[in-house]
């Protein structure tokens, strides 16, 4: 394979922060909001133009149920923004919460956004981890952003990552596995939303 070697240059490095956290989804968002919550200075990085990952971005429909038909056996930060999404769907009954509760990712994506920023921590859209530069022998790696600034490092006390796909984690050089034991792993699933169905004649008129 034929390689690029690039040129040497100096990043300008941000190596202020205590904790920061790859990716914007459910769990980086509750990361992040935990960890300025608890008084560390956080920076949340996210590859897209919104928080929620695949609730807002992906489409994914509706939340696996929450309970086990008698309590919320998710709480915390993830049983906040649950019942804030049921609010914006009133018109749903209450035992909903027991079932898969439908999402409004216009909704979701302005709860996420005062989870997080309500927090303390400091959001930044349309950047991505690149690489991970392990530096030398005991010094803290950095890593090295993407986004319209070009490429830019930041150092912090505490990685935390939740790219979903760990790459923060296996760049740096952590053990993982992928798929089964023949590494096949799950087919991605295809969301997709129709507007304007009379759901009424969908589900009472002719099986066609």
């Not at 205590?18 to 919550?37: K, M």
């Not at 489409?59 to 008698?70: G, K, S």
Request: charged fraction near 20%.
């Amino acid at each position: 394979m034929a390689t690029c070697r690039l040129a040497a240059r100096d990043l300008p490095l941000e190596d202020s922060w205590d904790v920061l956290v790859a990716g914007g989804g459910p769990s980086g968002c509750t990361a992040a909001a935990a960890a300025a919550r608890a008084g560390a200075r956080t920076l949340l990085v996210e590859a897209t133009g919104m928080l929620g990952g695949m609730g807002t971005a992906g489409l994914v429909p509706a939340w696996c149920p929450f309970t086990d038909n008698e309590k919320i056996i998710y709480g915390g930060l993830a049983e906040r923004v649950f019942r804030d999404c049921k609010k914006g769907i009133a018109h749903l009954p209450e035992k909903t919460i027991h079932g898969w509760l439908p999402l409004d990712p216009e909704r979701l994506k302005r709860i996420y956004d005062g989870l997080v920023t309500g927090s303390g921590a400091e959001v930044r859209f349309h950047t991505q981890v690149a690489a991970v530069d392990l530096q030398g022998p005991g010094q803290a790696p950095a890593l090295i952003m993407a986004n319209k600034a070009g490429l830019t490092a930041l150092r912090a006390r505490v990685y935390v990552d939740c790219t979903g796909d760990a790459d923060l984690a296996a760049w740096a050089g952590a053990r993982y596995e992928q798929g089964d034991s023949h590494g096949e792993t799950q087919p991605a699933s295809l969301c997709f939303v129709l507007s304007n169905v009379d759901t009424y004649h969908y589900i009472h008129g002719p099986n066609l």
